[in-house]
């Protein structure tokens, strides 16, 4: 089978549960965990691919069906609120449909404790780990085939979890499985506890992890990979700069990956992109066994709309008329009619203005055709549900990662060797290599734009360079106005939700809500 299946038999749920009422819900099933594991420990495989799902799914029984209590299945799955956070909060992509709590998003305005957007990621975060949890208590005592491997991918599932938390809210509660089952309300833990949590965690696992593992399943360059964004972002979330440690893992990733980069940018968001040999991680999508409005079928359906485009051609059969990119993304690559970059090409302009003086009229903007779910080599068929995997961790991010050490003056790496990754990556889009003095940090975070947007980091990458809030670097609709304007500092955190305030008394609001 070309993909991990992302298993959704009852007898192998972890339970269903509001996780915002209790972190620590005994799992609800006809047969218990332990007893499973105990008369078949091979069972362990289906076990973790329903917390590997639990990124990538909404629930146990088809695209309706909710692991979380009251949360919508088709909005809250886990990738749809990192698009949702992450890129339309930024300057390149916005949604038009303002569903009661978007538009905050999509504007960057007006944002407060009871939008249901933050929630929904609080949720699946606080979904995960418990269950990650509850597993690693089970399997104390258990033994079962390749258990230290097996340990360290729930540890980096949970560990991954965190780091959004961290990213996102900047605070929470530290479940682990040494206090699983805790009655009374855990205590807040801060940005830097949570940060000093995964940080260990992530260095603990490195050893029990293989260095190769089944597709869509964490190794060792996986876990590197999110240990050096933890780093590259440290001193975001704690004040103190840790580049060089970051570039030390990031050259892990690269040197001893064995990833090479796609030679066509196109294929790794195609609906056969599970054969690229530069997706690191991915959130694994397919239109039969694992449907869901919230993994790719939200960013190519998201993106189509027949009132101006063939979606059949890039193998959807409904177009949901909600994304579009603005002149914040393709502006970075000047006149698109004109560039030689490739990636100038991926957004559809028939039909569609350059300005946004709309965000809710669909012809406001270029809607971004960087992923469909048709194949990139071969004929496919539309299908209602997209099958393309979601690149979490790719080689290019890691070659970007790495130049932008060493232009922050990292310890370990060399400008010649930045300049190389970043070339590579620039030679592949056919796009004009630059020298090493056109290697800043401006450059980089452009580059960033160019290559990674609507893929879940352009919110965080902004607030690195100090971008994000304030009135210095403006976008369309930024403040909830047509050329932009200046957001309090409070935003680079999103609110804790109302819910999860209410369920634990020891937690406190984010300054400025």
């Not at 990738?79 to 978007?102: E, H, P, S, V, Y």
């Not at 990031?250 to 056969?272: A, C, Q, R």
Request: aromatic content about 12%; glycine content about 8%.
């Amino acid at each position: 089978m070309k993909k991990l299946k992302l298993l959704g038999m009852s007898v192998l749920l972890l339970g269903t549960f509001s996780c915002t009422d209790d972190l620590n819900t005994e799992p609800k099933v006809q047969l218990t965990l332990e007893q499973l594991l105990q008369q078949d420990p091979n069972a362990i495989s289906g076990i973790v691919s329903k917390l590997y799902g639990s990124f990538a799914l909404s629930g146990p029984s088809g695209p309706g069906s909710t692991d979380i209590k009251d949360d919508d299945a088709g909005e809250s799955p886990f990738l749809r609120g990192i698009i949702n956070l992450q890129d339309f909060t930024a300057d390149g992509m916005k949604n038009r449909w303002g569903d009661d709590g978007l538009d905050q998003l999509t504007t960057t305005s007006n944002w407060d404790e009871n939008n249901k957007f933050f929630r929904y990621l609080y949720n699946r975060a606080y979904y995960t780990i418990p269950q990650c949890n509850n597993l690693l208590v089970i399997l104390e005592n258990l033994d079962i085939p390749n258990k230290n491997q097996v340990t360290g991918e729930i540890r980096f599932l949970r560990s991954l979890a965190y780091y959004y938390l961290i990213d996102c809210f900047g605070k929470g509660v530290l479940a682990t499985d040494q206090n699983f089952g805790q009655s009374a309300p855990l205590e807040e833990a801060s940005r830097q506890e949570l940060f000093d949590y995964v940080e260990s965690e992530l260095l603990a696992i490195e050893a029990d992890l293989p260095e190769t593992n089944s597709y869509g399943r964490a190794n060792k360059s996986v876990s590197r990979m999110l240990l050096a964004k933890l780093y590259l972002n440290a001193e975001v979330y704690t004040g103190t700069q840790r580049y060089t440690d970051a570039l030390t893992f990031i050259t892990k990733v690269i040197n001893e990956g064995n990833y090479t980069l796609d030679p066509n940018f196109g294929h790794m968001f195609s609906g056969d992109n599970n054969t690229s040999p530069e997706i690191i991680y991915p959130l694994i999508a397919d239109p039969l066994v694992s449907q869901s409005y919230g993994n790719t079928t939200y960013l190519v359906n998201g993106s189509l709309n027949t009132a101006t485009m063939t979606i059949s051609d890039y193998g959807a059969t409904a177009g949901w008329g909600g994304h579009r990119a603005t002149k914040a993304w393709y502006g970075l690559f000047g006149n698109l009619g004109t560039s030689t970059d490739s990636r100038a090409q991926l957004f559809w302009t028939s039909g569609h203005t350059f300005e946004m003086t709309d965000y809710k009229e669909w012809t406001n903007g270029y809607p971004s055709i960087k992923f469909r779910n048709s194949n990139f080599g071969t004929t496919s068929t539309p299908t209602d549900f997209s099958g393309t995997d979601f690149p979490l961790f790719r080689l290019a991010d890691a070659y970007l990662i790495y130049a932008e050490c060493v232009v922050r003056g990292a310890a370990g790496g060399s400008t010649s060797q930045a300049l190389t990754y970043v070339n590579e990556i620039r030679d592949r889009a056919n796009a004009n290599l630059i020298s090493a003095g056109d290697l800043t940090l401006d450059f980089i975070i452009d580059e960033r734009g160019r290559e990674l947007t609507f893929e879940g980091h352009r919110r965080t990458d902004l607030i690195r360079f100090g971008r994000f809030t304030g009135g210095s670097y403006l976008w369309p609709w930024k403040g909830n106005t047509l050329n932009g304007t200046s957001i309090p500092s409070n935003y680079k955190l999103f609110p804790i939700p109302l819910k999860a305030l209410q369920a634990n008394p020891n937690l406190t609001q984010n300054p400025g809500y």
